[in-house]
Structures are given as C-alpha cells and as structure tokens.
C-alpha cells in the first residue's frame, strides 16, 4: 500500500522521490539565506553601536585621568628694562653693541617706541630664549660692550644646553617611555621652546604620551609602544628649521637613526597621515595627538588669525558650484554649507562634503579637525485662502 502511495504521489507531482528532495531543500536554503542576511544586517548594526559606545568610553575614560591646565604661555620675545635710557646702552656707540649682539646671536633686535621693553625677532625659538636670557643678565649686569656680550651669550647658550637636556630626560621619566637615546633626549627638550596656538609643545608631547598609553590599556595594545609613539610624535618639530619636510617623516628619520623600533618609528610617521598606520598603536598616538590638541582650552589664536580662517573656510565653500551659502559656526570647528537642491542631487551632496574638506586640508592651517555638513533640502509652500 505504502509503494502504491507512493507510486501515486509521483504521478501527481509529476517528479520522483530525489526531484522532490532537491526543491525542498532549495527552498529551505534560500529561506534559510533570508534569515541569515536579516540576522547579519542586525548583528552589524548592533556591533557598530557597541564599538561607538565602546570608543566614546574608552576616549572619555582617557581625558578624565588626565589632568591638565589650560594655555598659559606663548612665545615671549621681549625683554623688559629699567628704564628708557637702557636702550641707548643696548644700541651702544655708532650701533656697536646691538650689531654684536645680533651678530653673537642670530637674531633681530627691534628697538621701537614701546616702553621700557625690546623686542626679540627670531624664526628659532632656542636663539629667542638664549638672546632673551643674555640680555637680561647684560641688562641686570649694566656692563654692555662687545666682549662682555659674548661672554654672557656664551653662558646662556650653557645654560640653555643643560635646560633642554634636564627637560628632555624629565619629559621621558613623566611620560614613562625608557630605554630612549639621549640625543632623542635632547630633541624633546627642544620643545619645552616651541609652541602651537600657544600650546606649549613638549606639554603636549607628555601629555600625548599619557592619553596613548591609557587607550592602549583599554584596548589591550602595547602600553611602551603607544607611550614611546604619543612622546616621540612631534619629534620632528625640534629641527624642522634646519630639514626641509613634513614633521611627521622627518621625526621618524632621527627616531630610525638613534634604533627606535620600527613600530615606533611608524607611529612618528602616520600621525598625519603621510603614511599609512601598521599597528594599532599607531592609530591609537595619532587619536591621542588629536584629543591632546582639540580639547578645550589646548589651544589659542589671535583674533585676527581667528577671523582670517573663519572667513577663508566660507569662502572656501562658496567657491563650490551649486552652493547658495556657507556658515561656519561652533568657533570654526564645523562649518554648514546650504545648496541648491535643483542643482545638486543627494550622492552630489556626498562628493561636495568630501570635496571640501580635501580643499580645506590642502589650503588652511588649523587645530583639530574641522566638520563639513552638506545641507540639501527641499520645502514646498503653499498658502490656504
């Protein structure tokens, strides 16, 4: 009875037991993919909301072990006298003594009508600081004539020496990256010189080193590694004035000359993008590197240098076909850019963002990172009578 069933439920399907086999588990395979891609789609976006919030925490958590002042300093490059009459001693007979000081020095001495102070020319802030210190010891002293300013030039220079060394070494002990040459040393205490938008550059190369190596904690990668790159990272910096480059590739050259190790020396080069990260750690010094110059108060600007980039960034994106207005807001941080949606179609509107901003990093100078939001919209209006 069973073989005539079956012999019957053949004839009416018009396929035999094996045919019938085969479409059902096509169809159960193609249910099966269904599900499979909606199950996929859902554990994607689960796990991207999950790596947000992850790094938001992990970020979070790196600032608020960091405890850092705001700006406080900037490039000084006057020196304060006693009196007005001082200057005419600085300047000497027929110019005598100002002509060695420059000469001693390196750099330019302005002597205006501001009060009781001159002022220090110099693109190299050692020569600033140097020229500053010597002239306030001649000014202490009152003793100004050839041979005694090169006498305290020399001292200062001493001293400088042992101040950038004493730094360099502190820096490496506060950061707690070990086993760095000692003319990598040197170069870092070169920073306790320099500034950018007033922050102050070895401040910020610690403070890199510590925000590194407390994302790395909680992203189980290699503390040294992350601590040595966030030190390191604006190496480059100290002799940019005496190398032609980028800081980035120039700072990995003199880490890979004194034996930093090559991940390390990777971490120096990809901080802006000059070349591509090999290592987690990497990523990790370059978001540390922004973290330590985007936060609030890291940094400062003039008025003016403020104004200037905030009017270059609109006319930057008014420079664009399809565009009707350009808004920078949150203090040059983001700017929005309104077009025409006759003009420019959504994917548009997704290639002018990227155009943008590519224009903005090939031509502006600025901390942190700028947001470019492409508004598209379209309103329709009618009135009831």
């Given at each position: 009875?069973?073989?005539?069933?079956?012999?019957?439920?053949?004839r009416v399907?018009g396929?035999?037991q094996?045919?019938a086999?085969?479409?059902?588990l096509?169809?159960?395979?193609?249910?099966?993919?269904?599900?499979?891609?909606?199950?996929?789609?859902?554990?994607?976006?689960e796990?991207?909301?999950?790596?947000?919030?992850?790094?938001?925490e992990?970020?979070?958590?790196?600032?608020?072990?960091?405890?850092s002042?705001?700006v406080s300093?900037?490039?000084?490059?006057?020196?304060?006298?006693?009196?007005?009459?001082?200057?005419?001693?600085i300047?000497?007979?027929?110019?005598?003594?100002?002509?060695a000081?420059?000469?001693?020095?390196?750099?330019?001495?302005?002597?205006?009508d501001?009060?009781?102070?001159?002022i220090?020319?110099?693109?190299?802030?050692?020569?600033?600081?140097v020229?500053?210190?010597?002239l306030?010891?001649?000014?202490?002293?009152?003793?100004?004539?050839p041979?005694r300013i090169?006498?305290?030039?020399?001292?200062?220079?001493?001293?400088?020496?042992?101040?950038?060394m004493?730094?360099?070494?502190?820096?490496?002990?506060?950061?707690?990256?070990?086993?760095?040459?000692?003319?990598?040393?040197k170069?870092?205490?070169?920073?306790?010189?320099?500034?950018s938008?007033g922050?102050?550059?070895?401040?910020?190369?610690?403070?890199?080193?510590k925000l590194?190596?407390?994302?790395?904690?909680e992203?189980?990668?290699n503390?040294?590694?992350?601590k040595?790159?966030?030190?390191?990272?604006?190496?480059?910096?100290?002799?940019?004035?005496e190398?032609?480059?980028?800081?980035?590739?120039?700072?990995?050259e003199?880490a890979?000359?004194?034996?930093?190790?090559?991940?390390?020396?990777?971490c120096?080069a990809?901080h802006?993008g000059?070349?591509e990260?090999?290592?987690?750690?990497?990523?990790?010094?370059?978001a540390?590197?922004?973290?330590?110059?985007?936060?609030p108060?890291?940094r400062?600007?003039s008025?003016?240098?403020?104004?200037?980039?905030?009017?270059?960034?609109?006319e930057?994106?008014n420079?664009?076909?399809g565009?009707?207005?350009?808004?920078a807001?949150?203090?040059?941080?983001e700017?929005?850019v309104?077009?025409?949606?006759e003009?420019?179609d959504?994917?548009?509107a997704i290639?002018?963002?990227r155009?943008i901003?590519?224009?903005?990093?090939?031509?502006?100078?600025?901390?942190?990172?700028?947001?470019?939001?492409?508004?598209?919209?379209?309103r329709?209006v009618e009135?009831?009578?």
């Amino acid at each position: 009875m069973e073989e005539e069933w079956l012999a019957e439920l053949q004839r009416v399907a018009g396929m035999n037991q094996e045919e019938a086999q085969q479409v059902l588990l096509a169809r159960v395979e193609q249910e099966t993919r269904k599900e499979m891609a909606r199950k996929v789609r859902e554990v994607e976006a689960e796990a991207m909301e999950e790596a947000d919030r992850r790094a938001r925490e992990v970020v979070t958590l790196a600032l608020e072990r960091i405890a850092s002042d705001h700006v406080s300093e900037f490039a000084v490059s006057s020196v304060d006298l006693p009196s007005d009459e001082m200057k005419g001693r600085i300047i000497g007979r027929q110019g005598r003594n100002i002509r060695a000081i420059e000469q001693a020095l390196g750099v330019d001495l302005v002597v205006d009508d501001t009060p009781e102070a001159i002022i220090i020319s110099s693109y190299d802030p050692i020569r600033r600081e140097v020229a500053r210190m010597a002239l306030s010891k001649l000014v202490a002293d009152g003793r100004i004539h050839p041979a005694r300013i090169e006498k305290e030039v020399e001292k200062a220079q001493q001293e400088i020496e042992r101040i950038v060394m004493e730094s360099g070494e502190q820096a490496t002990i506060e950061a707690g990256a070990s086993g760095i040459h000692r003319e990598i040393q040197k170069l870092i205490g070169r920073l306790k010189f320099r500034t950018s938008y007033g922050q102050n550059q070895l401040q910020h190369a610690v403070e890199t080193a510590k925000l590194a190596g407390l994302i790395a904690a909680e992203l189980h990668a290699n503390v040294k590694v992350a601590k040595m790159g966030g030190l390191l990272h604006d190496v480059g910096k100290a002799v940019t004035h005496e190398i032609d480059g980028p800081h980035a590739i120039v700072g990995a050259e003199i880490a890979k000359r004194y034996g930093v190790p090559d991940v390390v020396v990777n971490c120096i080069a990809s901080h802006h993008g000059e070349v591509e990260p090999e290592s987690i750690e990497a990523v990790i010094v370059a978001a540390a590197d922004a973290i330590s110059g985007a936060r609030p108060g890291a940094r400062r600007e003039s008025l003016e240098t403020y104004i200037k980039r905030v009017t270059e960034l609109e006319e930057i994106g008014n420079s664009f076909k399809g565009v009707s207005q350009t808004y920078a807001i949150q203090a040059g941080r983001e700017i929005r850019v309104l077009v025409r949606p006759e003009d420019v179609d959504d994917l548009a509107a997704i290639q002018l963002s990227r155009d943008i901003a590519k224009r903005i990093e090939d031509n502006l100078q600025y901390p942190g990172q700028i947001r470019v939001t492409v508004v598209r919209e379209t309103r329709a209006v009618e009135y009831a009578k």
